[in-house]
């Protein structure tokens, strides 16, 4: 089982940036949930963005209407497109994936995003 993030790094404030996320290993159906989390420095982790097995999202409040997550079950993959970045975005982005089968929640190792002003 494997989760592997891609495509953070440093952005000035108001550019953009896509985050991958390639799910190897059995955890990965069609039908589990698959989400985008982040801990900024020095504080707690919390949910981005979540696309469930009918394509339907729900967003962290602070991030909505600026990001996008999608997933591709062919690929085994879940994209997040993050515009209009700002200073606040900061923060480790992880990946993960809940496991309907065994009430699992499965992580990435997380990609750093760090966006200048």
């Known amino acids: 089982v494997q989760l592997q993030a891609s495509g953070g790094g440093v952005v000035q404030a108001g550019g953009s940036l896509r985050l991958s996320c390639a799910v190897s290993?059995?955890?990965?159906?069609?039908?589990?949930?698959m989400e985008w989390y982040r801990q900024p420095p020095g504080k707690q982790r919390e949910l981005v963005a979540r696309?469930?097995?009918?394509?339907?999202?729900t967003y962290g409040d602070s991030v909505k209407g600026r990001f996008t997550i999608s997933r591709d079950n062919a690929k085994r993959i879940v994209e997040l497109e993050m515009n209009l970045l700002n200073p606040e975005d900061t923060a480790v982005y992880y990946c993960?994936?809940?496991?309907?089968?065994?009430?699992?929640?499965?992580w990435g190792q997380g990609t750093l995003v760090t966006v200048s002003s």
């Open positions: 993960a994936v809940y496991d309907f089968d065994d009430s699992n929640r499965y």
């Open positions: 290993g059995n955890i990965f159906s069609p039908t589990n949930v």
């Open positions: 696309v469930w097995s009918d394509e339907t999202t």
